[in-house]
């Protein structure tokens, strides 16, 4: 089956440093989703990319979907607190009639005042 | 606003007992899911519901049943709870198709002893 892969699982970063994390599929996507899960929380949707080198910015966060969308990335220019938690992405299941998605075990982001 | 509403929050069972988590959305999604969280897993899909009156099994369903009630509702049920269980489980919509985003409950920690 489809596999989401993320790099780095952990990353601890000095407050104001930059962060990036990265995801490969073994399958090319029709989408990439990114989400963000708050220690204790829930996930919640940050975007959604869909075309082939596609950027896409908010605010202090950069994605990318790659040419051949298979990868993508999240880019955190100068990390604050508030940054901390664990990033997921999440591409859709193509042998699964497109309701499922794979979630890449996800990269925690953890930031030293 | 409520979004996705999961009951209970916590519960601890022991094994053998059976337990039903309840979820219910009020944003008139088609598409429902079940989820399971385990430290360094990332989100494992047990179960999905396309549209009210069909279920499918996703990556993770063996111990498990599910029941789409109606539209907003969709619960998880552990006929035999096992320690293997022990996780935390997310429900979550969508509207139709994975090209939409997903919107996640609180989550139901559970501990099976």
């Known amino acids: 089956g489809q596999q989401v892969m993320q790099i780095p699982q952990y990353q601890h970063v000095q407050e104001g440093e930059d962060f990036t994390t990265y995801c490969n599929s073994s399958?090319?996507?029709?989408?990439i989703q990114w989400y963000k899960q708050r220690p204790g929380g829930h996930p919640v949707f940050l975007i959604q990319?869909?075309?082939?080198?596609e950027v896409k910015k908010q605010k202090r966060l950069t994605f990318q979907f790659g040419e051949a969308k298979k990868n993508s990335s999240l880019h955190i220019t100068a990390t604050q607190t508030t940054d901390v938690g664990t990033y997921f992405c999440?591409?859709?299941?193509?042998?699964?009639?497109?309701?499922?998605?794979?979630f890449g075990k996800g990269t925690k982001l953890s930031v030293i005042p | 606003n409520a979004g996705v509403t999961q009951t209970p929050k916590f519960q601890v069972l022991k094994t053998g007992q059976s337990m039903t988590l309840q979820c219910a959305q009020d944003?008139?999604?088609?598409?429902m899911y079940w989820y399971r969280q385990d430290p360094g897993m990332g989100l494992r899909l047990i179960y999905y519901?396309?549209?009210?009156?069909?279920?499918d099994k996703g990556e993770v369903p063996n111990g498990y049943n599910v029941s789409r009630l109606n539209k907003r509702e969709f619960s998880l049920r552990l006929e035999s709870a096992a320690p293997s269980q022990t996780s935390v489980y997310f429900c979550?919509?969508?509207?139709?198709?994975?090209?939409?985003?997903?919107?996640f409950g609180d989550g139901t920690r559970l501990s099976i002893l």
């Open positions: 979550a919509s969508s509207g139709t198709g994975s090209v939409q985003p997903q919107h």
């Open positions: 399958t090319t996507l029709s989408n």
């Open positions: 990319l869909v075309k082939s080198g």
């Open positions: 999440a591409g859709p299941d193509s042998g699964a009639g497109s309701y499922q998605l794979t």
């Open positions: 944003m008139n999604h088609n598409s």
């Open positions: 519901s396309a549209s009210e009156g069909t279920t």
